[in-house]
């Protein structure tokens, strides 16, 4: 468990914060390519890490994300004009090219001292194989990460994203915990776990959760973070084991599901909501359109809520706390050990986000399953510290090799060694990838 003062640290984002200052360090995923790819169009609102925002992409082409108040007066400028060479806000004119310089004052007669002087708050942004990536901390930014999703091909990545009402660190430990599998997203009329010699590639193997509930797992630190194996006894005999690795600071992956390498981004919206990407991408093969929005499998009948234009306006389940997740009790009895409508990542949010909006960790009662939750925490709460108390450089950040690794399951002959095979397979995996 962590004293309340401890869970502040672990959760707080926003400016002036510890755990801010490190995820300040790193480039954020902003946006898809898809999502602001007119010129000149409308500014979206962005909230990240506490501030409030608007991305905006001008004539040339090129991105802005700035402080989503005029520094005149401070109208907002979600409601300015983009223009050719910048956002133009509606109440007296000013212009703000995508660097926040503010280059025209119609307003004042003849030559204004302030042209040039007042900036907008702005943070610089790239664009890269699809993705619109951002940097909110000091000096120059470091090189982009080169995880596979970020290095494959527009057409090979699905891009579905979701918001989930609860703070950051809560949603993520979510992923990072396997021993969960066997219980929240069981199904109760689902076929008997699969033999080595039927099945397929992917993530059918996942049943073997049900059949074993207590993995037995082995914990160790990573260069940029945490990785773990949850064994189980497979029916055949042979050990299953699933390896999920964390990267700082806000990475999780799990094994391949449908032929897909999986990565979920946690991205902090503000303490008390997350933009949870789900950003999945095939190592060899182009996507249809169907694969690229990725809601296959992840988004149950009720689908979303209509989106609007406030600051969490996007990604929103239709089945959420105020309708109790869409719960059926009779379902809960015959078909699914959670009842809900079976898409795992509104299981997740029921109980991630019935915990509270930041999670009371001082009440908590953790056991050896949760063994790899606390690592995480440790690795978080100790680079933010190092960061604070000593300037130490974040892990990874000037390596981006380093996420060159993702979660893999596979079963084993019971001798145990799964460190050598899954290493093995993780070079050949991202052998050329720069």
Known sequence: MLSAAGNAYLTSIGPGTAMGAL??????????????????????????????????RDGAGRIGLLDHHCPHRQASLFYGRNEAEGIRCLYHGWQFAVDGRCIDIPNEPGDCPLLGKVRATAYPCREANGIIWTYMGPGEPPPLPTMGWAAAPPQRKTRLKYIRHCNWVQAMEGDFDSSHLGFLH????????????????????????????????????????????????????????????YHLPFYTSVPAYDGLNRLKIWVPVDDTHTMVWEANWSPNADLDAEQQFGTKGRVGPSGFLPEDDGWYGRGNFAARAEN??????????????????????????????????????SREHLSASDAAIIRLRKRLMAAAEALEKHGTPPPGVDDPALYHSHGEQALGD????????????MAEMYRGVR
């Open 324 to 361: 109790d997740y869409l719960i059926d009790r009779a379902r809960q009895r015959e078909t699914s050990f959670s009842g809900m409508e079976g898409a795992t990542p509104v299981e997740d949010a029921a109980m991630q986000e019935s915990m509270g909006a930041i999670v009371d960790r």
């Open 23 to 56: 995820l300040r360090r790193y480039w954020i995923p902003l946006l898809y390519s898809q999502e602001l790819d007119e010129r000149d169009g409308g500014p979206l609102r962005i909230r990240l890490l506490g501030e409030n925002l608007i991305a905006f």
């Open 186 to 245: 069981r199904k109760l009329n689902g076929a008997p776990a699969p033999s080595p010699a039927t099945a397929p590639n992917g993530d059918a193997l996942r049943s073997i959760t049900a059949h074993d509930t207590r993995p037995k797992l082995e914990v160790e630190d990573t260069p940029v973070g945490v990785m773990y194996s949850a064994a189980r006894n497979a029916p055949s005999g042979e050990d299953y084991w699933r390896v999920t690795q």
């Open 414 to 425: 019971g001798n145990g060694g799964w460190q050598l095979s899954y290493a093995k397979l």
